[in-house]
């Protein structure tokens, strides 16, 4: 059974950085499977903001993180990254990562229906 756990989330000034792991267990083969990290806000909707690509060469970026964040992943651990940079105030969510098999577009980021994995959620608080 497939199984993610995220790691790495605090409490951080504006400004600052963090960055979260995604650890998978459980897989067949993880180096075939999309990759993607979600946040959401008590209330609302889960937002998609980063996308990796199986073999971790191609990655997309909700224009709300684009140029702050970067996704990668460690495919020999089972591993994925969200390095975060000049973290805002309206960062604030729970993120979760997810996984599913790619589709005609690839990994792009899809709605979180299409996904069929996830972890727990760790929290990122950035305070003004």
């Known amino acids: 059974q497939v199984q993610l756990e995220e790691s790495g989330g605090g409490s951080v000034q504006a400004g600052g950085s963090l960055r979260l792991s995604c650890a998978a267990s459980?897989?067949?083969?993880?180096?075939?499977?999309?990759m993607a990290w979600f946040r959401q806000l008590p209330g609302k909707e889960r937002e998609g903001i980063a996308s990796?690509?199986?073999?971790?060469?191609?990655?997309y970026y909700a224009d709300s993180v684009k140029g702050r964040f970067t996704i990668s992943r460690d495919n020999a651990k089972n591993t994925m990254y969200l390095q975060m940079h000049s973290l805002k105030p309206e960062d604030t969510a729970m993120y979760y990562c997810?996984?599913?098999?790619?589709?005609?577009?690839?990994?792009?980021?899809?709605?979180?229906?299409?996904?069929?994995?996830w972890g727990q959620g760790t929290q990122v608080t950035v305070s003004s």
């Open positions: 997810a996984t599913r098999r790619p589709t005609y577009d690839g990994c792009r980021n899809r709605p979180p229906s299409e996904y069929n994995y």
């Open positions: 459980g897989y067949i083969l993880y180096n075939t499977y999309c």
């Open positions: 990796i690509s199986t073999d971790g060469t191609r990655t």
